[in-house]
């Protein structure tokens, strides 16, 4: 058995730990023809990338991504997918085993130290080995190559809530994200932030953060009744994020406060003689196929477990301790979580785009 793939037109396999000697994908079933060149996935990988900003981890790694496999130069020279498993790889540099002494034989509670030594009898506690989420930064390769193959869709993300501190939405700029650190769209949170993640990194405290993910320009038709919903995988692809413990599409968990009347999206025929929307509760999924609105999923992300604060725990020979974790960990696991997340939805959609005009034909 393995669980390490996803996808089903395109799929996303990944390997590697934390502190293997490295980390890679094989990204399967991408079409030929597509140009595709390192330094387009380096850029989406520099977004997620440790160490850029004092509210994310200190670890030091360049994630410098090679193509293995997979590409070849075109009649006209211009380097592009061949239709073949396109593999990429990224070495990991900044390995320092040492500082993970105390977890070798201690389990972090709300880490999966525990669930991983109960299933498979041995553990990497390197860093957290596979559990580590810099597995993700696999996730955000493969999904720079997904958006090559759905290139008319735009999918961003947005930092929305840190802790208990949630932005204004009537003041979100998509252009802010790419200024603060914390890919937030709305500059006065981000600024109220600093001193919030300043406070709970020195008390040796961790915080968790809901992200939005948006995708505009999906057609009307990806997705697929029943067990094929649009819907379904995006969840499925955003559960699958570390240390994500819920998610929603639309309005979600706030639907179920709505009146039928206030939730129906109602339509109208536009000045161009298309279908309009009214609103979009729905988050552009309806029977589990897009609408053609746009797509809004939000996932939340716990506090990291691993924190300086002490905590209670059990080590590997059955007795009764506490830990306090050292070494190097995001206090707020949320900030590098956008791009994954981001990736995760592209990765769907390309794996749905493909799908469709598997069954139906088109573009
Ligand atoms: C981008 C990102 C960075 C993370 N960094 C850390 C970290 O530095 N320390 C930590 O304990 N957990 C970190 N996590 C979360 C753990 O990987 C995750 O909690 C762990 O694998 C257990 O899985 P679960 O929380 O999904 O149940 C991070 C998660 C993400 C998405």
């Known amino acids: ?44 990988l520099d977004r997620r990338r440790p160490g850029q900003s004092r509210h994310t981890t200190q670890r030091r790694e360049p994630d410098e991504v090679r193509i293995l496999s997979g590409v070849f130069p075109d009649a006209t020279g211009r380097q592009v997918t061949t239709g073949t498993p396109i593999a990429l790889v990224i070495e990991n540099v900044d390995q320092r085993s040492k500082d993970y002494g105390d977890i070798a034989s201690k389990f972090r509670p709300g880490h999966a130290d525990y669930t991983y030594l ?14 580590s989420a810099r597995e993700t930064a696999m996730r955000v390769a493969g999904g720079a190559v997904a958006r090559k193959i759905i290139d008319r869709v735009s999918v961003r993300a947005a930092l929305v809530q840190i802790g208990p501190h949630r932005i204004d939405r009537s003041r979100w700029d998509w252009a802010e994200v790419a200024r603060n650190p914390f890919f937030c769209p709305d500059p006065m949170a981000a600024a109220a932030w600093e001193g919030y993640l300043d406070g709970v990194r020195k008390a040796g405290s961790s915080a968790g953060a809901v992200i939005e993910v948006v995708a505009d320009g999906v057609p009307p038709g990806w997705g697929a009744p029943l067990y094929g919903k649009l819907d379904q995988d995006l969840a499925s692809a955003m559960m699958s994020i570390n240390a994500v413990k819920a998610v929603e599409i639309g309005d979600g968990f706030a639907a179920a406060e709505l009146s039928g009347e206030a939730n129906a999206d109602e339509m109208r025929i536009g000045n161009d003689g298309r279908p309009v929307f009214l609103s979009n509760h729905a988050g552009g999924i309806v029977g589990g196929i897009s609408s053609g609105q746009q797509i809004v999923v939000r996932f939340a992300v716990k506090p990291t477990s691993s924190i300086l604060q002490p905590r209670r725990t059990i080590d590997t020979g059955g007795r009764d301790t506490e830990i306090v974790t050292k070494g190097r960990h995001d206090p707020c696991v949320g900030i590098r979580a956008v791009p994954v997340g981001e990736a995760m939805m592209a990765l769907v959609l390309a794996d749905h785009k493909l799908r469709h005009r598997a069954q139906v034909g088109g573009p």
């Open 118 to 131: 109960q299933k498979y009898g041995i553990r990497d506690y390197r860093g957290g080995g596979r559990s």
């Open 1 to 44: 058995m393995s669980f390490n793939t996803f996808g089903q037109a395109l799929r996303l396999t990944t390997w590697g730990e934390s502190h293997g000697s490295a980390i890679g994908c094989v990204v399967d079933g991408c079409p030929p023809g597509l140009p595709l060149e390192a330094s387009e996935i380096q850029a989406e």
